[in-house]
């Protein structure tokens, strides 16, 4: 069952203007991890941001911020002073089991940001 | 990247050939996992392993199977590739608790023709 929703297939930007990804998902634990990756056209994998669900400040690194709001199970990502080089693939990602053995992520099925220059 | 490596990086490959990928890791994580990843899904699960010998499924395992003798090498293999399993496949790793989520390999774009 899909447990990572992210609503917006593509999006795009201005230059040096703020965008906001968005994240819904779904789960019965009350202590997790929640990430955002980006995928340049390079096709690596980069981990862009992480947030702890029993942290209330919101994660940020540099330009990039999140909305986390845990009682809606929404986990978004700002991008703020857009760049060419912010163009890749963003994909949500948390882990819909933190116990026992199961360490493992299930992904959004992303969201394409094109910046424009 | 670092610490992990895929091999090949593309392969064509006929319609009904054994296909074997490879996932290499110098961090001594002891989760590792193979994913693929296609248009409009995303990165779907197909195994993972937590330990040498230890292996699951994921929620895409048909077709696939995988072998973990090392806790550096994590095999994927396609035992009759098929054109469905056309894709681009990601090795990762993790420590566990997943803290800090995965490292990914750079990808393996498999074409099956």
């Known amino acids: 069952a899909q447990t990572v929703t992210q609503s917006q297939p593509e999006m795009s930007v201005q230059e040096a203007e703020t965008v906001t990804l968005s994240c819904t998902y779904d789960t019965s634990e009350n202590n997790y991890y929640l990430f955002w990756y980006k995928q340049p056209p390079s096709r690596q994998m980069i981990l862009v941001i992480r947030q702890e669900a029993y942290k209330q400040q919101n994660a940020t690194e540099n330009r990039f911020s999140v909305n986390f709001q845990k009682a809606a199970k929404s986990f978004s990502l700002k991008i703020s002073d857009s760049q060419l080089g912010d163009t890749a693939m963003y994909f949500c990602a948390f882990p819909p089991n933190s116990g026992g053995s199961n360490y493992k992520l299930t992904f959004g099925k992303g969201t394409l940001l094109t910046v424009n220059p | 990247d670092a610490g992990i490596t895929q091999s090949p990086r593309h392969k064509v490959t006929e319609t009904g050939t054994p296909v074997t990928l490879r996932c290499h890791q110098t961090e001594n994580h002891r989760y590792m996992y193979w994913y693929r990843q296609d248009p409009g899904h995303g990165l779907r699960l197909i195994h993972y392993?937590?330990?040498?010998?230890?292996?699951d499924k994921g929620e895409v395992s048909d077709g696939y199977s995988v072998s973990r003798s090392k806790t550096e090498d994590f095999l994927l293999t396609l035992e009759s590739a098929t054109s469905s399993q056309t894709s681009v496949y990601f090795c990762a790793i993790s420590g566990g608790r997943l803290n800090y989520g995965y490292t990914f390999g750079s990808g393996t774009r498999l074409t099956v023709v």
């Open positions: 392993s937590y330990g040498v010998k230890d292996t």
